[in-house]
């Protein structure tokens, strides 16, 4: 059985995802862009928070992780 009912789904991206795809070339705020070298997504900036896995109280980064999350990737 196919996950995809309507095949016709699978032969042109949809234009909402060719878009993200797009903005993420060029580079969107907070430095979030796709790395041309390997093809990753590249997130972060100093003393930001950009993901789930990130942490910080006050003005203390417990776990900085500025770069290329691999839970992001992963989903990328």
Request: proline share 7%.
């Amino acid at each position: 059985m196919s996950a995809v009912h309507d095949p016709s789904l699978l032969e042109e991206p949809s234009p909402l995802l060719l878009e993200i795809c797009h903005n993420y070339q060029r580079g969107t705020r907070c430095n979030i862009h796709v790395d041309s070298g390997d093809g990753l997504l590249y997130a972060g900036e100093e003393e930001l928070q950009r993901t789930w896995l990130d942490a910080r109280y006050e003005s203390w980064v417990v776990t900085p992780r500025t770069g290329k999350p691999v839970e992001i990737n992963a989903l990328w």
